[in-house]
Structures are given as C-alpha cells and as structure tokens.
C-alpha cells in the first residue's frame, strides 16, 4: 500500500473531503466503495471469461444473467443506462467496446446496475471502466454465442445501432490494436 504522506495534496484533500462537507464526503466515499465492490467483481470475472468453455457456459447462470440484462436494456431498462455509453464511447476500438459490454453484461446483477445510478456513478462509469484497465479476454467460440445473444436481442430493436455498430466493426476486424484501420466517419480510435 502507498503510505498516505506520499499523496499530493489534492490527492489528500480528495481523499478526506477537506473542503466539502461531512454528507458530500460520505456520498463520495460510498460511490467509490460501491466502484471497489463493482471492480472486485469485474476482475474476478474477467478471469473467469478467459478460460471459460461453451460446455460450461451453457450451464452457469451467467447464460441467464447476461441474456436477461442484454433484454433489458434492449427493453428501456436500467441495465441501458450502464451499458450503452460502453458501445457508444468512440475513444476506443470496437473490440474494447464489445469486451467492456460482455464483461459488465456476464457480471453485473441487477442490484449492481441500481447501485451504479444511486450512487451516482452512473455519468462516470464509462470512465472508471477505461481507468481500471482489466484485461479482457476469452475464446472465440465464447465470444461468438456472446455475440449471437446480442445480436439476437438487439436485431429488432429501434435502438439498436450502436450495438450492432460494434458488433460489425468488430467483425470485420476493426477491433485489435495495432491493426485497426482508418476509423468510420465521426470515429476516432485511441490506444
């Protein structure tokens, strides 16, 4: 752990509240105590995604659990508010978008989406997402059946564009770094 008098002082003043009151403190600390949950359960999750077989996949809850918040959100629900701004955030490649949505999808429980928007986390997660940095990955055949069920739910859907934007980019190999060739119109790549 970093020893506490190494941080700068803003670091400090961030950390301990100093200049806003006792209550906007505490709700800070419960939004990043909320995130820490959240992060705690995206890593483990991710390793989970990156030796998972189809075999087992297909009978985990997690097929369940990510088909249910896929309809969701496709559906107006509040799993939409959490996971859209993931595919619609254009400073990174599809692969990334599509990585970040089937993680958040294969994690999050609803409870979990709920405590996203209550705390207030709900405008920064896209954010928080980026800074964290997980690595995700998994196989091809799992990427595959996460992608048919997205697919599935969103191909009638009034606004499903920005789903199935990243779905086809990612398809036709615009999603690795180091190989993502010249963006779309109104797209700008980061890495």
């Known amino acids: 752990m970093e020893p506490i008098n190494s941080f700068s002082d803003d670091a400090l003043a961030l950390l301990f509240g100093l200049g806003v009151s006792a209550t906007v403190h505490q709700d800070w600390l419960k939004a990043a105590s909320t995130f820490n949950k959240l992060r705690r359960d995206l890593e483990i999750n991710a390793v989970k995604l990156q030796t998972l077989q189809l075999h087992a996949f297909h009978k985990s809850t997690k097929k369940a659990l990510f088909r249910t918040s896929m309809e969701k959100a496709a559906n107006g629900g509040i799993e939409g508010r959490v996971l859209l701004p993931l595919v619609k955030d254009d400073t990174i490649a599809p692969k990334q978008s599509l990585e970040r949505l089937i993680l958040v999808c294969f994690t999050l429980q609803r409870s979990q989406y709920m405590a996203i928007i209550n705390d207030g986390l709900e405008s920064v997660f896209t954010r928080l997402m980026q800074g964290i940095g997980i690595n ?30 990243v779905l086809e980019d990612n398809e036709r190999g615009q999603g690795s770094y180091g190989q993502i060739p010249k963006p779309p119109p109104g797209k700008h790549y980061h890495h």
């Not at 697919?151 to 934007?165: H, M």
């Open 136 to 165: 995700i990955s998994m196989g091809q055949v799992i990427r595959d059946v996460l992608s048919d069920i997205i697919r599935d739910v969103w191909a009638d859907k009034d606004n499903n564009r920005p789903i199935l934007d």
